[in-house]
């Protein structure tokens, strides 16, 4: 652990902490990550548990090929779960909490280690394990090891560093090269005294500090004297090192390393023994030499690995081309003869392509992505799809997996490239339908509106075409699903019901539910027909999951849930619930994590709770897999969580979402606009509110939707900071339509009366839009407020301190210019509060100041701030300022005490 000790120490410290902590450990090939790990897990604490697993070269391993390897020989697994972690049968979803099942049964309880070596190859399954693995309560250490170098943007290893660096708080320790004066130490440690000068600076500059090299040179080297040792000739390179202590190895040993090397990074005994057609006996004998000589280590009962990958490059880097080619040659027909099949297609192809065999590749290519696009296994499926294309770069079948693939996997440009081309090569309509509609998902992802329209309508023309029956009732489904998503509702409906007659004629039950689902969130999408939608969707979940079309069933619940705020907030949070479970086991990612979030928020609005709406919004924008794609889900919850941001008051973090949507294109001319209007109205900045008001109209002209909703805030926002009320009255014409909930229309109607000073008229309107149940909790809060403002302005008080009341009430979790409107009117009623408590002190912080107020407590700098809430010190210098002043302290000391007195 020469040059070493600061980082093992690091990690321990990690391991002890006994709370899950995630690391990171990156570095070069030979840097010492392996044996800094080992060195950990040789100094822990007894009763610690320990997991490590190494991911396999060339990305195309056996799904959860991490955890099979960690899980390996341990008798304390449940075979059933095992079974389960590798049934292809099975869902993702299903698949992974079987994973996550046997993590926690192996822990159970106890303090854990657990190690994911050689990320830079991890496959989809592993890394979407590794970061529910860090979810998992109790004190666990997770730890990843990687090589910068080889991971590419199309490897989950990239997209899964990304989400764990945004989602956990993770320790990042990057190995460097041994500087001269640890290479010193290290040649003293390996030789028992001191070392000469000279051979430090020559063993130095010829490793480049690298450790491994370093090592190999001097286990290379027989003799004591490091000064003789530089007087021979040393190697210019690690693979030539490596490949010196082979060289007097006999043929037969010789020939049975480089089949190995060939074979992989896990060898077993018997295909090794087929490759080499060596007999059991003397196939023993050579592997107990190699062993022996560290150029390979037993990994389990009858298989082998390399003792370090750089040892198995070095070896076939030597190797002559036909040479390598005979040898996966006969690895295939070795796995050929072993099974009709060829067992794995992504292990029968990779030595069918080294082979020269290309039929038998292209074969095993196409096999195998199917399978893995059947359990999910999406950057699988997508590298041996392109291996096919490589060969066949028109064929329509390995394009159209290649397409799904990269869609599934979230490369959205390589999927609409292989879309394009699917449609070009496709040989008769019903394979390009298929691929139009697929174009048209991959737009509307892309947020490239008019690209969709235009596909819809090639789609539309198609329809005639297909053959009758499923083909053609599905293209209807296809169109019937676009027009929905672009909010053209009533042709969804028309297309949903030719769907439905054809699948009715036809029998079928499949497309019958598809068609049912982009009905019924058609209709939830108009006021009067959203019950109507809600009731037809949730009444087709249970034949959805019946039938496993657990997608359709996660689609037809998340549009019931978004249709109508719920009567009966414990069934809305099991119904989400549902919703996810469904998801995962369809593998629908934007429903399992973006939308599950989202609802989580929604539900949080609909219980008053805008802390929780915020924290689920929050939680989602770290989780979501999408929030580093492009288009309108490139960040799939900023508009929403700027919306509370807005409502809770902390409006230098919706400047931060401003400042990202604006360097995004996109799909809603008013969203940008209406969010920098509103949060100028917030701030009392009528220069910009007035200019943002005119980007604002301009946009909405070019905007076929309106928002009861965004009525609503942006109207409250134009009345707080004293717009005209004619410029008032025009912006809630352009911004409200027939589409809008009477509810929002009756609040809207009373605020524009109340300041003409229509006191009596605003009152009937606020106490029926009060009453409105559709309406949320915090907007029938804000009515109560209206209607007691109205009722001060008539002198009848008595009634104005009841109306006050009931917004206390609804009011309750809520915060920012709500409550503060709450309070002006309790002031005005000459309350001392509205609830028993004033509203001010500690909580009249706004849930980013409290987050900040407990960091002050805890004596961080304003620099300290900035950095650990990824804000500027400008900003957090205005936060410390606005808390001095609502605490109404001097220093962050009082403030400290303040935090401390308010629990």
């Not at 390897?69 to 049968?89: E, F, K, S």
């Not at 298989?303 to 076939?316: K, N, Q």
């Not at 909790?777 to 006050?804: I, N």
Request: hydrophobic share 45%.
């Amino acid at each position: 652990m020469i040059g070493r000790q600061r980082e093992l120490r690091r990690l321990s410290q990690l391991a002890v902490a006994r709370r899950p902590e995630v690391a990171i450990v990156a570095g070069e090939p030979g840097i010492g990550k392996t044996r800094m790990v080992s060195e950990l897990l040789d100094g822990l604490p007894e009763g610690t548990v320990t997991l490590v697993g190494h991911a396999e070269p060339g990305s195309l391993a056996r799904p959860y090929e991490v955890l099979l390897d960690a899980l390996y020989g341990r008798d304390d697994v449940d075979p059933d779960r095992l079974d389960a972690l590798t049934d292809p049968a099975r869902s993702a979803g299903e698949r992974l909490q079987a994973g996550l099942r046997l993590v926690a049964d192996v822990i159970a309880g106890a303090p854990a280690v657990i190690i994911f070596e050689d990320m830079h190859w991890i496959d989809s399954e592993s890394a979407a394990l590794f970061e529910r693995i860090a979810d998992l309560p109790g004190p666990l250490l997770l730890v990843g090891t990687y090589r910068p170098d080889d991971v590419t943007r199309k490897q989950p290893a990239a997209a899964l560093l990304a989400r764990v660096d945004r989602a956990y708080s993770v320790t990042h320790i990057r190995l460097e090269r041994l500087t001269q004066a640890e290479t010193a130490a290290l040649l003293a440690a390996a030789t028992g005294r001191p070392a000469p000068a000279r051979a430090v600076l020559a063993l130095h500059q010829r490793t480049g500090g690298n450790p491994f090299f370093l090592e190999e040179l001097l286990r290379g080297w027989q003799g004591d004297d490091l000064e003789q040792l530089i007087e021979h000739p040393l190697p210019w390179n690690l693979a030539e090192t490596l490949r010196r202590q082979l060289d007097d190895l006999d043929a037969t040993a010789t020939g049975t390393v480089e089949a190995a090397a060939v074979l992989g990074h896990r060898i077993p005994f018997d295909l090794l023994a087929s490759v080499t057609k060596a007999d059991e006996a003397a196939l023993i004998a050579v592997l107990r030499e190699l062993v022996d000589r560290g150029v390979l280590v037993e990994t389990g009962e009858d298989e082998f690995s390399f003792r370090h990958a750089l040892v198995r490059e070095a070896i076939t880097g030597q190797m002559l081309g036909r040479q390598r080619r005979r040898l996966h040659e006969a690895a295939l027909d070795a796995l050929l003869a072993a099974d009709g099949t060829g067992g794995d297609p992504a292990l029968i192809a990779h030595h069918a392509r080294a082979a020269g065999r290309y039929a038998d590749m292209v074969d095993a290519a196409r096999r195998g992505a199917a399978l893995y696009l059947s359990i999910g296994s999406a950057y699988q499926a997508l590298e041996l799809a392109e291996m096919g294309l490589d060969e066949v770069c028109g064929d329509p079948g390995l394009l159209a997996l290649a397409a799904d693939a990269a869609w599934l996997a979230g490369l959205l440009d390589e999927s609409a490239a292989y879309a394009r081309k699917w449609h070009g090569y496709a040989v008769d309509a019903r394979d390009r339908a298929a691929a139009v509609y697929l174009q048209i998902k991959l737009a509307w992802e892309a947020d490239e509106l008019d690209d969709m329209r235009a596909l819809t309508k090639e789609l539309e023309a198609m329809v005639g075409d297909l053959p009758v029956g499923y083909d053609r009732a599905f293209a209807m489904t296809a169109v019937a699903h676009s027009s929905m998503l672009r909010d053209e509702f009533d042709a969804a409906i028309h297309w949903a019901d030719r769907a439905l007659a054809a699948a009715v004629e036809h029998d079928l039950p499949d497309v019958r539910l598809a068609a049912l689902v982009e009905k019924g969130a058609a209709l939830c999408e108009l006021p009067d027909t959203a019950e109507e939608g809600r009731d037809l969707l949730i009444g087709l979940v249970d034949e959805a999951e019946r039938r496993g079309a657990w997608v359709l069933a996660a689609r037809a619940l998340h549009n019931a849930l978004e249709a109508i705020p719920p009567d009966d907030p414990d069934q809305h949070a099991q119904l989400l619930e549902r919703m996810r479970v469904d998801a995962e086991r369809g593998g629908f990612e934007k429903l399992a994590v973006a939308a599950y979030h989202n609802g989580r928020a929604r539900l949080g609005m609909y219980s008053g709770d805008l802390k929780a709406a915020i924290t689920a919004l929050r939680d989602g924008r770290l989780r979501d897999r999408g929030f580093l794609r492009r288009g309108r889900r490139a960040d799939f919850h900023a508009v929403f969580l700027a919306g509370l941001y807005l409502e809770s008051g902390d409006l230098d973090l919706v400047d931060e979402i401003l400042d990202d949507l604006r360097a995004r294109p996109q799909v809603w001319p008013s969203t940008v606009p209406g969010l920098a209007f509103h949060l100028a109205c917030r701030r009392g900045d009528l220069a910009t509110a007035t200019t943002e008001l005119a980007a604002l109209e301009a946009a909405l002209e070019t905007q076929y939707w309106r928002s009861g909703a965004q009525a609503h805030d942006l109207v409250s926002g134009a009345l707080a900071i004293g717009l005209p009320i004619e410029t008032v009255a025009r912006l809630a014409d352009e911004l409200i339509d027939a589409t809008a909930w009477d509810g929002h229309r009756l609040v809207l109607g009373a605020q524009l009366a109340e300041a003409r000073g229509e006191h009596a008229a605003a009152l009937a309107g606020f106490r029926s839009a009060a009453e409105a149940s559709p309406l949320l909790p915090s907007v029938r809060g804000t009515a109560r407020v209206g209607a007691a403002r109205c009722l001060l302005a008539l002198d009848r008080r008595a009634e104005a301190a009841e109306e006050a009341a009931k917004a206390t009430s609804l009011l309750r979790g809520w915060g920012g210019w709500r409550v503060a409107e709450l309070a002006t009117v309790a002031d005005l009623l000459g309350l001392a509060s509205t609830d028993g408590r004033a509203v001010s002190g500690a909580a009249a912080l706004t849930p980013r100041e409290r987050e900040v107020a407990l960091l002050i407590a805890a004596g961080m700098t304003n620099g300290e701030l900035a950095r650990r809430l990824y804000i500027s010190p400008k900003t957090a210098a205005v936060h410390v300022s606005s808390i001095l002043r609502k605490l109404g302290v001097a220093s962050r000391t009082e403030v400290a005490d303040a935090v401390a007195r308010s629990g």
